[in-house]
């Protein structure tokens, strides 16, 4: 049977990928923006830091407006506020280093609304036969505005005098979000039921035998690496070569690969490929860090970037669509799914949290390259701590699957 997307999940990838290609263009370089105005870790640190928090926070508090009132105004103010975010960076300049909280904490209010109407619009659009589908599809579009904008952001802000570029990307990623804004109002208003429950995540870990705990730990792994590399990698590519044209071009390789490996994923991966998938994934993903002890260059970074590429959609599928996927195991599941979906964002948010104190600790104590590049080793090998917890669940899940398909 030939597996299709609807309507509504087309609309719903429109509207991401508008989101994307927004934060492509500017958020590739909002971090090297920032380092140009002061050069300090610690400060990109604590301006992820606050991000973080904020989203966590968001996705928890506004649990229950997205459950019990309208979840696209959620979408829509979160596609918003990171347009307001952006006025404010063009409004504060150079002094946005000054401001780093209030700004990072704007940001995580804005990706925390957003992504927390997403998931629970992406996990009422689709089923178990289409959510590997739908998965590939937001890793291509993901993939293309990696290819499209941190490119045109580069070249056009190495061709600009002082910080004229980034006002001008800047500005193009405002006018992104309003158009997505507009763009999501073609989403039909989904239906509320229920009431939110603001102790279920904590319930869910508590619970014995509960197969969310052992999910809980693979996100935290998770968010252990993503947290930091999410930043790190682009300023450490901008510091090698000193040239935001080099970090544009550095994003468009391993984007195109990784549009490559995300299509392939999308269209071959199956549900009972997923154990051996993120096992393969995992590895390959701490494998391609390892030059990085030789040599720090764009060439050695280019490598990891590209094998990080190919790698990621082998890890993160399986993540992904287990998480998802046990959301409908059951009715009473369906009806929580905005808990779950916050109890999922918590457990990368902690990760994400780890890690980041992991790397404060370690630019406050030790700020030389060779310190950070242990530590990136050390971060690269939480994806297979991950997949050691969740080996069981995913193998489970791929053995339903293939039973619900009999």
């Not at 429109?14 to 958020?27: H, K, M, Q, R, Y």
């Not at 990706?111 to 178990?128: C, I, K, P, Q, S």
């Not at 970074?301 to 993540?319: D, E, Q, R």
């Not at 950070?372 to 991950?386: H, N």
């Amino acid at each position: 049977m030939k597996i299709s997307l609807g309507r509504q999940s087309i609309l719903l990838l429109g509207v991401n990928g508008l989101f994307a290609l927004a934060g492509a263009l500017s958020g590739t370089f909002l971090n090297v923006f920032l380092w140009k105005s002061r050069p300090d870790y610690a400060m990109l640190g604590w301006f992820t830091i606050s991000q973080q928090l904020a989203i966590g926070l968001t996705f928890w508090l506004a649990g229950k407006w997205v459950k019990e009132h309208n979840k696209m105004n959620a979408l829509r103010l979160g596609t918003g506020l990171s347009g307001v975010f952006y006025m404010l960076v063009l409004w504060t300049g150079a002094r946005a280093v000054d401001w780093i909280w209030p700004l990072g904490l704007l940001l995580g209010c804005a990706l925390g609304l957003f992504w927390l109407a997403f998931n629970v619009v992406y996990f009422e659009v689709t089923d178990r036969d289409n959510r590997d589908l739908f998965n590939g599809w937001v890793g291509l579009l993901g993939s293309m505005t990696g290819i499209i904008g941190p490119w045109f952001s580069g070249f056009v802000i190495s061709r600009m005098a002082d910080n004229t570029g980034y006002r001008l990307i800047f500005t193009v990623s405002l006018v992104i979000y309003i158009i997505a804004v507009v763009f999501s109002f073609f989403l039909k208003k989904r239906k509320v039921s229920g009431t939110y429950r603001w102790s279920e995540p904590v319930l869910q870990l508590s619970a014995s035998q509960s197969p969310w705990r052992p999910l809980a730990m693979g996100l935290f792994a998770q968010g252990v690496r993503e947290g930091v590399f999410a930043f790190l990698i682009a300023l450490l590519v901008y510091l090698a070569t000193a040239q935001e044209y080099k970090l544009g071009q550095f994003s468009l390789i391993t984007s195109a690969v990784a549009l490559v490996c995300y299509w392939a994923a999308g269209k071959w991966f199956k549900p009972n490929y997923r154990s051996k998938g993120m096992l393969t994934g995992s590895i390959l993903l701490l494998l391609v860090l390892l030059p990085l002890l030789w040599k720090v260059n764009y060439g050695t970074l280019l490598f990891m970037g590209i094998g990080s590429a190919a790698a990621m959609p082998l890890y993160i599928l399986p993540m992904i669509s287990a998480g998802f996927d046990m959301m409908g195991t059951s009715g009473e599941n369906v009806e929580k799914r905005v808990e779950l979906v916050v109890l999922r964002e918590l457990c990368l948010m902690t990760g994400r949290l780890f890690g980041l104190i992991i790397f404060l600790i370690a630019v406050i104590n030790a700020p030389s390259q060779q310190v950070l590049i242990w530590l990136i080793i050390l971060l690269g090998t939480f994806p297979l701590i991950g997949w050691i917890f969740m080996r069981k669940l995913l193998i489970q899940t791929a053995s339903e699957d293939s039973n619900a398909a009999v």
